[in-house]
Nanobody, 124 residues
Framework: VQLQASGGGLVQAGGSLRLSCAAS????????MGWFRQAPGKERENVAA????????YYPDSVKGRFTISRDNAKNTVYLQMNSLKPEDTAVYYC??????????????????WGQGTQVTVSS
């Protein structure tokens, strides 16, 4: 599976960005999808996840109410809409995929496929 992320950039605090991740190489609807981020000196953090059907999602408290993950199985693409961005959201964001287990989403682990990162910088 190849994952191609795009949409990062520089935004002021309070602004919005939308990340996209296009997948190829496997039936997209067989994959749970997610977004992770990693800031310098910090561990990689799962900030959103969505089940194969889109019917189940997960967010940690740090982004709940501000970030929204969605997917379009017809376009083999997952999105991350990020609103009310804060300087502490600054990180490299990674798209991730895991072969689905058909269970409700929690924090993703044991990722099968990673995309390249895209930088998100939020200025104060």
């Amino acid at each position: 599976v190849q994952l191609q992320a795009s949409g990062g950039g520089l935004v002021q605090a309070g602004g919005s960005l939308r990340l996209s991740c296009a997948a190829s190489g496997r039936t997209f609807s067989s994959l749970d999808m997610g977004w992770f981020r990693q800031a310098p000196g910090k561990e990689r953090e799962n900030v959103a996840a969505i089940s194969w059907s889109g019917g189940s999602t997960y967010y940690p408290d740090s982004v709940k109410g501000r970030f929204t993950i969605s997917r379009d199985n017809a376009k083999n693409t997952v999105y991350l809409q990020m609103n009310s961005l804060k300087p502490e959201d600054t990180a490299v964001y990674y798209c991730a995929a895991k072969i689905t287990s058909y269970r409700p989403m929690g924090a993703m682990a044991r990722i099968d496929y990673w995309g390249q990162g895209t930088q998100v910088t939020v200025s104060s």
